[in-house]
């Protein structure tokens, strides 16, 4: 049975009536490529991943790809536009085959006011992408290239099992996507990687790219920072 109780979001929530909102959502599965939201509809839905994976971006009338972040189960988004009614600022794709919840923002804005809980967990989640948004704006301005680089691995990276002090990107990024994030060229991005592997620090497996030595990304980060300053 479809029901709201099966969403992340709402996991240890008891004070929602699921059965009363249930029947007020909607289910959708979608194919790998098929457009979720396109930037500037006017629907204000928010969208609950269950399975698969989307990608959220900003793309330029000259067909630039900005990448904003790529979610999966058991994350959403559309929230904004169910807040204010303002049409979609970003796109949003099925990055594989994906099954999604779709919540009115009548419904979602009726959950948030009458659940402390929910609430909280959407003031912090909103917060959280507000600081991270903060930080890429300040590295956009404050880092050439190589360092807006660095900063992306170590953001996209989670800790290497069996390895420690390693990190690891797994899928094995495009290089064209990590460009798309970071505002360049997929050959900037290629050259970069180049040299990180020849000094020893990044190193490409069949499970992933994996960042040898962290810490020196962090220190140049650091340094970066410092000479800013």
């Known amino acids: 049975m479809q029901t709201l109780a099966r969403i992340p979001f709402f996991k240890d929530v008891t ?5 009363r909102f249930d029947r007020r959502c909607g289910w959708k599965k979608c194919d790998e490529g098929e ?51 303002v049409p979609r600022s970003a796109n949003v794709t099925a990055l594989t085959r994906s099954e999604l919840c779709i919540m009115p923002a009548t419904v979602f804005r009726e959950i948030v006011f009458a659940s402390p809980g ?3 967990r959407v003031l ?13 704006l300040a590295e956009h301005t404050l880092f050439d290239l190589k360092h807006r680089l660095y900063s992306e691995l170590l953001r996209l990276s989670h800790p290497r ?11 094995p990024p ?5 460009a798309a994030r970071i505002g360049c060229r997929r050959e900037q991005v290629s050259r970069e990687l180049s040299a990180l592997a020849a000094d ?21 980060l650091a340094e970066a920072m410092r000479n800013e300053g």
């Open 174 to 178: 495009f290089h064209h996507v990590i």
């Open 161 to 171: 099992s069996g390895h420690d002090g390693e990190r690891i990107v797994t899928p």
């Open 124 to 136: 912090r989640l909103l917060a959280g992408r507000v600081r991270e948004l903060n930080a890429r």
């Open 118 to 120: 929910c609430c909280d």
């Open 15 to 19: 004070d929602v009536p699921f059965d």
């Open 35 to 85: 457009t979720v939201v396109d930037y500037e509809d006017t629907s204000s839905d928010v969208y609950f991943i269950l399975s698969g994976e989307v990608r959220v971006l900003i793309r330029t009338i000259a067909g630039k790809e900005i990448i904003l972040a790529d979610m999966r189960a058991g994350e959403f988004f559309g929230e904004l536009s169910a807040i204010d009614d």
């Open 200 to 220: 020893g620090l990044v190193d490409k497996t069949r499970g992933g790219l994996v960042i040898v030595k962290p810490e020196v990304l962090e220190f140049r």
